[in-house]
């Protein structure tokens, strides 16, 4: 993602609103982080080919064909806020970016030169996207890489937020922050499927998860369905 300036005064990150979060979620009252812990435990960062995963869909199939044959390598966090209910950290893409404008998305972007790998990655990305301090982020796994038809094979590294942590957005590239209860976003009843046209031309199935005014969907729903199925077991919904 592109770089851009901060403004000077520093935004506390505030507990979930009431926009989308009434709804009631059926596996919420789950231990997640401690799920996640365990089934995250010695994880590696994947980046076979054979392994790579397409947005929204757990077995990419014949969508391999669409993928860029050498991908950007990539990096974006997905941030778990130890809250008294788990919340996912999202931002909102700015709409003045050429790409990608006002998408719900996690902090992220293309791997540098100077990165140690992808935690390191999302790490600095996430600091100059939306300040959020190193102290306070504990990383405790990867999921397998997400290609993306626009260019990217983007590794996503998970991690545990403790609360506290105060944000200061990147506005030319970050127009908000927020978070969503994960058991929300974990209940399947949350969750929508449509057909979009991709590059290509060609219809392409995609999760969506409405919450409030916002949808989230494209590769960053299909990190969490997988995150999801990760947890919950290769025969979750």
């Known amino acids: 993602m592109e770089e851009a300036e901060r403004p000077g005064s520093a935004r506390e990150a505030q507990e979930p609103g009431r926009q989308g979060e009434n709804a009631a979620a059926s596996p919420g009252h789950r231990d997640w982080a401690r799920l996640i812990r365990a089934r995250l435990a010695g994880s590696v960062p994947r980046h076979g080919r054979e392994e790579w995963m397409v947005p929204g869909l757990f077995q990419p199939g014949d969508a391999r064909r669409l993928l860029p044959s050498d991908p ?7 941030p778990l806020v130890e809250r008294s209910d788990l919340t996912v ?7 003045q970016l ?3 404008a006002g998408q719900i998305s996690f902090p992220g972007g293309r791997m540098e030169p100077g990165d140690e790998g992808p935690a390191a990655a999302a790490l600095r990305e996430a600091r100059e996207e939306i ?18 038809i ?13 609360p506290g942590f105060e944000l200061e957005l990147a506005t030319q590239e970050v127009e ?26 060609e219809q392409v199935e995609f999760r969506e998860i409405p ?3 916002r949808t989230i969907w494209g590769a960053t729903a ?10 919950a077991g290769p025969q979750a919904p």
């Open 211 to 213: 919450f409030g005014a």
């Open 150 to 162: 626009t260019g990217f094979r983007i590794t996503p590294v998970v991690a545990l937020v403790q």
């Open 89 to 95: 950290l999202f931002t909102q893409r700015a709409t």
């Open 176 to 201: 908000d922050t927020f978070e969503v209860p994960l058991g929300y976003l974990f209940d399947p009843a949350n969750h929508r499927l449509n057909r979009r046209a991709d590059l290509a031309g």
């Open 131 to 148: 300040g959020l301090d190193q102290r306070f982020v504990s990383v405790i796994g990867y999921l397998p890489d997400h290609v993306v």
């Open 222 to 231: 299909g990190m969490l369905h997988t995150l999801y199925r990760v947890c």
């Open 72 to 78: 950007v390598p990539a990096a974006v966090l997905i």
């Open 98 to 100: 050429r790409n990608h």
